[in-house]
């Protein structure tokens, strides 16, 4: 991709904030290498996770990112719940949005800081998201928060395997004969087994919480201290209040209201804990809630009081029966015609052997997208598009939306290899989306028109659940493989166009982010189904699944207002 990308980009950028006004630029320089002599743990800028990202709505975010890797590694870095309006080109999926950025050289992602919320960055190569991730929050300084936010920033919850060469469980994922790590060890938060957060008593504080695990989704809760929700994936919702305990899927971000006591002295148990998989022995993370410096903690943690968190029937119902609901009623789901969308695409995921019968991939439709279809592409996928070539691109995994199309998503779940109906967080890049409705069993298009509710909030992330054959039912057996156990849909408007990555993981043999990408995925999904959806602009004269985001060229006079051309280095 020539410099010439940037400057219409940043050309863009600027045209549109200069109908304001007022340019805001936050600027970062990031250095991503590894952690002392092992090349199991990334850092950003020498810190895990990685410094916070914090912008306005609507400013220029430049982001420089120096790969120190001392290996041929390679990276790239998704803005995880950012949008990206006319910037497809930095969502960051190597080989698909951009070109892995390699050992020694810098890239630079510079986009809109859109929409307001709580978001976060990520590596989307291998599984380097284990480690290299940090939060990024978008203000809105017309509508503060009426409460002080938790002055130590968000709780990012992170899984950790002790022992195991992240490298060499990159390669087993793709390996024949596959081969399989096991479950995290233990959970983190903020990057520690202990994490303390100190607060004022008889405060209402807003708390950010960010599911940055790369595997697991997790359950956690403040003894004593009940959560308000009020804001999901980025938006506002109605108030959710008295919640001992929230699921957090990979990729999926929350922001609570808690109310510490009328007291001067406090010591309260956090605890963040697996579910949905057969978590490892003392894998859970307790953190502490302390009342001012002067409340003493204790060394024997076994000690404190343990806050009750929800099994995995409790969060089932919740999510099927008492979903988070939209706050403003310009983000209401469309109903569409009679109920249906203008298009239905149903996704049915399943797990199966590879040709030789011995490596093991995630499929979406009988397709997946991985890295070994992937790495010898000399240009990106988009910019291939861009150029109107389709010559590379990989058909079975593509799916091409009209441009303000009304489109419902289904997910259909089925049984592993194993016998075990997996639960896959997923998350989607470019686009929001409201959850439509969930089910049992198998998807019907003629019975499952109406909507579970009419006002569900508009988020980016969600859980595929098992409805049956889950890792503690009691008929799980490998005769059930391919059998339907539950499946999810969701609605989007196609207003966004480019191209976005859907992937999806979180499944037992595959490391990919769960969330991640629908995904929150992590591209570590190399094992993961992740299809791609186009995006097409009806007045377009680009082929069908080309983009569409050609501007007038009037609008490219002020770059040099944003940024100095040797800040730019597309390597």
Known sequence: MSCSIYFLLLSLLVFTESLSGIINRREYNFTISYAGNSTSVLLINNRFPGPTIRASINDIVIVHIHNALQTMEEVTIHFHGILQRQTPQMDGVGFVTQMPIPNGRTFTYVFQAYPTGTHMYHSHAGLQAVTAVGALIVDDRSRPWQATEIPSGPIMFCDHWEGVDRLAQETGLLQ????????????????????????????????????????????FGINQHPMTVVEVDGKLVVPKPNMTSIEIASGQRYAVLIKTKRQHIGVFAMQASIRWRIAAANSSSIGILRYGLQSSISSNMSSLELPPLLNETELFLFAFNERYQTLLESERMPQGRQGRADNEIILRTSQEYTADGQGIRWLTNNATLDMLRLKNLTIPLLMDLYNGNEQNLPLDVVYTLEHNQLVDIVIQNTVALNGVCESHPMHMHGHQFWIHSYGTGMYDSVKHIAPNRHDPVLRDSIMVYASSYAYYSPNRNISNHRKPCGWTKIRMIANNPGRLADDGGGSSE?????????????????????PLLTAQHRSSNLSSTSIDYAVPTQRHQSITNVVDDNNIQQQ
């Open 176 to 219: 024949s004969p596959f081969k399989w790590e096991g479950e995290p060890s233990n959970l983190y938060m903020n990057g520690q087994r202990n994490f303390v957060l100190t607060l004022d008593p008889d405060q209402t504080y807003l708390l950010r919480l960010i599911g940055a695990t790369s595997l697991s989704t997790i359950v």
């Open 510 to 530: 595959d490391s990919c982010y769960g969330s991640n990408d629908l995904s929150r995925s992590s591209s570590s999904a190399h094992a993961v189904a992740r």
